[in-house]
Every structure is written in C-alpha cells, then in structure tokens.
T-cell receptor, first 114, second 114 residues
Framework: DAGVIQSPRHEVTEMGQEVTLRCKPI?????LFWYRQTMMRGLELLIY????????DSGMPEDRFSAKMPNASFSTLKIQPSEPRDSAVYFC????????????FGEGSRLTVL | KQEVTQIPAALSVPEGENLVLNCSFT??????LQWFRQDPGKGLTSLLL???SQREQTSGRLNASLDKSSGRSTLYIAASQPGDSATYLC?????????????WGLGTSLAVNP
C-alpha cells in the first residue's frame, strides 16, 4: 500500500479564499484523523471519522472549517473563508479498527494564507 | 484533563552516545502510549506503541518504557547516529472502545552530531 496520501503538499492562498485539502487513507483502515500542526501549539486533533462517520469534531476551530468523508477511501478538509491564522501543516492519519491503535500519517499539506 | 509534557524540548549529543527522552502525562488512565518520529517537512512515523498492560517495547536500538503509576515514559536510544536526528513525539490515548483521540506532547528535537 502507498500509505496515507495527501494533496496538495503545498498551498499558498490569499485571505478569504476557499481551501480544500484532500486525503486518501490506507485501504482497510476504519479510522481517519485530521490534525493541524503549528510551532506554538504542536499537533491538534481537528476531527476524526470511524467508518466514514464523524465521531469527534470538537477540535474544529470554528464554522469556517468543515470535513467530509463521502466514502472509505477519501476525505476532505475545507476552510472557507481562509485567514492568515489558519497557516499551518495539516496532517491526515489513519488507523485500523483493531484496538492496537497504531497511527499512520500522510506527509502533510503545508498551508500558507497571505 | 490529560496533559503530556516532553523534556527536554531540544537535545544535542555527539554521535555514539546513549540517550533518554522523557514523556510525562497527568492522568494514568491511559489505553496506550506511542512514540513517533518526525523528520523536517515530513509526516510522523510510529516508532513504538506500548499498551497500558505492558512495561516496555523494543525495536532495534530503541527501547520505550512505561510506568503508568508515575505517569512517565522514556525512549532510550542506544549508540545514537546522525540519522537519528529528528523530532520525537509521544502521545497517549484514553480507554478503548470508540475513543481514538490522542493527546500529544510538543516533542523533543534531537540533533546527533558526527
């Protein structure tokens, strides 16, 4: 398997624009996570899904952020409208449903909002 | 509320040294603890996962220990090499079931000098 695949790897946009980040989890993994990483706050869990259903979205900072998982092989994280403080690296990760819980990360999407 | 602390924040050692990275957590009711490695500009790679019933895990030159009662884990790296230079993060998860939320430390940035 190719691992967790994220796109784009880098995105530079202007304040107010819509941003869509994409993730393909490892096939067969039942859980998918979206994280945000900044120097100041480290890794923050935004939302996670189990079998395509959102389980915990308490980390989504505000209504400008939304995430969907229309099927087991694809998820999106959307920011609309984007703001400079959204600049960060966004990671997608997946894990199998078994209780072991080992987490597999994508390479991340580095977002810069000007 | 679970909090995870990693000390030191940064560490620089000469090649060949054995070293210890520390991770502490405030709530001993954990399901497992994981150690990850992150290279600059990359995603995170899982190194070791210790279930709450275990005391340690080993992989090659890495050994991770867990003492739930004191809320501590250590990552021991034997005979360090320049290729070990990276940021090391630990994360703990709560009880099993549908809870897959990890609480993260801010990491220890390790530099191994040739």
């Amino acid at each position: 398997d190719a691992g967790v695949i994220q796109s784009p790897r880098h995105e530079v946009t202007e304040m107010g624009q819509e941003v869509t980040l994409r993730c393909k989890p490892i096939s067969g993994h039942d859980y998918l996570f979206w994280y945000r990483q900044t120097m100041m706050r480290g890794l923050e869990l935004l939302i996670y899904f189990n079998n395509n259903v959102p389980i915990d979205d308490s980390g989504m900072p505000e209504d400008r952020f939304s995430a969907k998982m229309p099927n087991a092989s694809f998820s999106t994280l959307k920011i609309q409208p984007s703001e400079p403080r959204d600049s960060a690296v966004y990671f997608c990760a997946s894990t199998p449903g078994a209780a072991n819980g080992e987490l597999f990360f994508g390479e991340g999407s580095r977002l810069t909002v000007l | 509320k679970q909090e995870v602390t990693q000390i030191p924040a940064a560490l620089s050692v000469p090649e060949g040294e054995n070293l210890v990275l520390n991770c502490s957590f405030t709530d001993s009711a954990i399901y497992n603890l994981q150690w990850f490695r992150q290279d600059p500009g990359k995603g995170l790679t899982s190194l070791l996962l210790i279930q709450s019933s275990q005391r340690e895990q080993t992989s090659g030159r890495l050994n991770a220990s867990l003492d739930k009662s004191s809320g501590r884990s250590t990552l021991y790296i034997a005979a360090s090499q320049p290729g070990d230079s990276a940021t090391y993060l630990c994360a703990v998860s709560g009880f099993a079931g549908n809870n897959r939320k990890l609480i993260w430390g801010l990491g220890t940035s390790l530099a191994v000098n040739p």
